[in-house]
DNA sequence: CCCAGATGCTTTAGGCTTCAAGGATCGAGG
DNA sequence: CCTCGATCCTTGAAGCCTAAAGCATCTGGG
């Protein structure tokens, strides 16, 4: 709905520096940015010197080790929320190293079946416990209650999110 | 604190092993990157539908906005946090576009300074007050005493972040 | 049976990102 | 002046990611 169009209100009163309210809810998401992606370059840098992967490498990982059976593809892509020509490239790779097996499904042929590999399991349950525990240590200067706190806020901001998206999805 | 080790009934908690006590830490890093992920993955698909933009496009174009005379392609680099061969190629294409434009420093030949064009200032003006309401929109489900109270929390958490973060940079 | 739409996967083009290597320039010490 | 190390930027290779198009297969209505 871009009604928009000939009320460049928002644009002019963005630039005047006091505009309604909303700094705060910026200021909270940029230290939410922040505070999101100091943790997650920190996980990417440990796991590509101590173990030569990547973050969506051990992620696919994850995904196959908590599902015994295997998982398709497509089930891979959605848990995962990523589009399935991303986790068609993921799991080629995934296989060339032999971390992974791709199978047909017998009772759909469209399908693939992927399965961690013995050596996959092995690799994954090294850095699942290293990764649990550069967590631990990143975030170990909360205190129990502190740490709750967040976790219960940050459901309420979830659900906030999930609310401001209805009918985008 | 749950401790139901032998009743794995939640997807979420499907975490297997049971080492120590670092399942709160962890669950805490899955809804903070949950959360996070889902505001920007949202902010992505509407620069790209309602401005034909991205993200890093928009960042750099924040930090030129913010610092009048232009900047270096290194103290962009320094200030976005990320790599220099990545600001040359974000500079390079915003330049095509015409949104941005290089020129050299008088005082160092290596040196090459980047400026908004007025079209760039223009654009940046309009996206930057969509992107403010977008995260209004998305956050304000919360209440401000919540939003107060998630704000020191995630201060807290990256004071934490940082300490654990001794000695690698 | 047939076929039309849905579904599952792959491919392609393009952008983002990093690391590593390389070229140009600067500044300081000899 | 000259050279050495540091700094600034660019380039190239590789991986991650998306949107869109395409192919194979499945499913349900006629």
Request: proline share 5%.
């Amino acid at each position: 709905m871009p009604d928009d169009v000939f009320h460049p209100v928002d644009a002019e009163t963005a630039l005047a520096g006091t505009p309604p309210g909303h700094k705060d809810e910026l200021r909270l998401w940029l230290r939410l940015l922040t505070c999101t992606n100091l943790i997650e370059a920190e996980i990417r840098r440990r796991l590509r010197t101590e173990f030569d992967t990547t973050l969506p490498r051990f992620d696919l990982l994850a995904q196959l080790e908590r599902a015994q059976g295997g998982l398709t593809l497509g089930e891979i892509s959605r848990r995962m929320m990523v589009t399935g020509g991303n986790v068609t490239g993921l799991a080629t790779r995934l296989e060339e190293e032999g971390l992974v097996e791709r199978r047909p499904d017998p009772s759909d042929r469209r399908v693939q079946r992927l399965r961690l590999t013995a050596r996959g399991r092995r690799d994954f349950a090294r850095q699942s416990a290293a990764h649990e525990s550069w967590i631990a240590e990143l975030l170990g200067g909360l205190s129990d209650r502190d740490r709750a706190a967040l976790h219960a806020l940050l459901g309420r901001a979830k659900a906030s999110v999930r609310t401001g998206l209805e009918g985008s999805p």
